[in-house]
């Protein structure tokens, strides 16, 4: 009972830019939106979270909808590292101890 | 960075054996880690919720005394398989963010565990 709904998988040319979707439909107010991506044989590894405003670090952009049912993580030119699961979960506000459901991500292939 | 260690990598047990899986928070104290598996080709499960000094909270359909989870200390946990059969054979993962904040997890490498 995954919260989040993803596409199974993308594809994107190396350098060019990749927007990966993500609907949350259910969100509450206290959620935040967090994206992870995932290697295989490896743990996910932390890529960008936010709440309502879309958010930038030196790995991706986070665009978030105006009414939060939906965000879109943005990898601005794709490298043959960005190759990876990208889960998209949601993590309840102001408390490390809430859990959070995967769902099944989106699996992205980036061509040379 | 914060970072969470996950020992061992790898595991090769046989069948009946009981295998413990550490996960540790090196950097940061966490009244919470969370332990997933994952089977190939799959998403992660959360199987339990790891709490400092109190019983872990178990997912539904998640043997309790299948998968022993002690959270002894504020930067350890431990996951034990016991009695662990083929089907458990599976890759292991933990988590966890810093105490009394609502920042990213933080996740172990994983633990590939094969029984024999």
């Known amino acids: 009972d995954a919260k989040t709904t993803q596409p199974n998988s993308m594809e994107s040319n190396e350098e060019e830019p990749v927007h990966l979707p993500c609907n949350h439909s259910t969100i509450s107010g206290t959620d935040y939106i967090h994206w992870y991506r995932q290697l295989p044989s490896q743990g996910p590894e932390y890529v960008i979270h936010g709440l309502t405003s879309n958010v930038n670090n030196r790995m991706a952009s986070l665009a978030i909808a105006e009414d939060r049912k939906s965000s879109t993580l943005i990898l601005h030119r794709a490298t043959l590292r960005d190759a990876a699961v990208y889960y998209c979960i949601l993590r309840p506000y102001n408390t490390n101890a809430g859990k959070s459901t995967f769902g099944d991500g989106t699996t992205l292939t980036v061509k040379p | 960075g914060a970072v969470v260690s996950q020992h061992p990598s790898r595991v090769i047990c046989k069948s009946g054996t009981s295998v413990k899986i550490e996960c540790r928070s090196l950097?940061?104290?966490?009244?919470?880690m969370f332990w997933y598996r994952q089977f190939p080709k799959q998403s992660l499960m959360l199987m339990a919720t790891?709490?400092?000094?109190?019983?872990?909270?178990?997912e539904q359909g998640v043997e309790k005394d299948k998968f022993l989870i002690n959270h002894a200390s504020l930067t350890l946990s431990t996951l034990t398989v016991t009695s662990a059969h083929p089907e458990d054979s599976s890759f292991y993962i933990c988590s966890a963010s810093p105490a009394g904040t609502n920042e990213k997890l933080f996740f172990g490498s994983g633990t590939q565990l094969s029984v024999l």
């Open positions: 950097d940061f104290q966490a009244t919470t």
């Open positions: 790891s709490n400092e000094g109190s019983k872990a909270t178990y």
